[in-house]
């Protein structure tokens, strides 16, 4: 299943990504997450390490993941190294004349009886991503208001 989406946030492309990066962040702007925590010391970067804790579907699921790419103010890339399926998301972002826009593409292998209700899965969760990006959106354009 290949989920994507695209947003543009009137906010500078260091502090989009920079937010999306703190993983704790992540229980700010996505509607199915619980927990979220970097398990490894240090700044964020490639090799770095977190869990996220998502509840959805009645159903709870615990993913480790490592940053595989991490470039400054272009990309950020995560790939699970355990949990219930494989899952991968890819952050990029661009400098455009309104701000950032933030292209955000998720690929998970559902495998087993997910797979059988692999359309209205990737369904709901394409609308939960752009729901949750709006979210980002939102949080991160009020905070300038300040």
Request: charged share 25%; aromatic share 6%.
């Amino acid at each position: 299943m290949k989920l994507e989406t695209t947003i543009t946030i009137e906010r500078p492309v260091d502090e989009v990504l920079a937010y999306v990066t703190v993983v704790e962040n992540t229980t700010q702007w996505t509607e199915s997450t619980v927990e979220a925590l970097q398990t490894s010391e240090g700044p964020i970067g490639s090799g770095s390490t977190c869990r996220i804790v998502s509840q959805a579907m009645g159903k709870r699921f615990t993913h480790d993941f490592e940053v595989t790419d991490f470039q400054p103010g272009k990309r950020y890339a995560v790939q699970s190294t355990d949990g219930p399926f494989p899952i991968s998301m890819t952050y990029t972002v661009e400098v455009v004349e309104e701000g950032t826009r933030l292209h955000v593409v998720s690929e998970a292998d559902l495998g087993g009886l997910m797979s059988i209700a692999g359309a209205l899965i990737s369904r709901a969760a394409q609308k939960q991503m752009e729901t949750d990006h709006r979210t980002l959106k939102r949080v991160l354009e009020f905070s300038t208001c300040g």
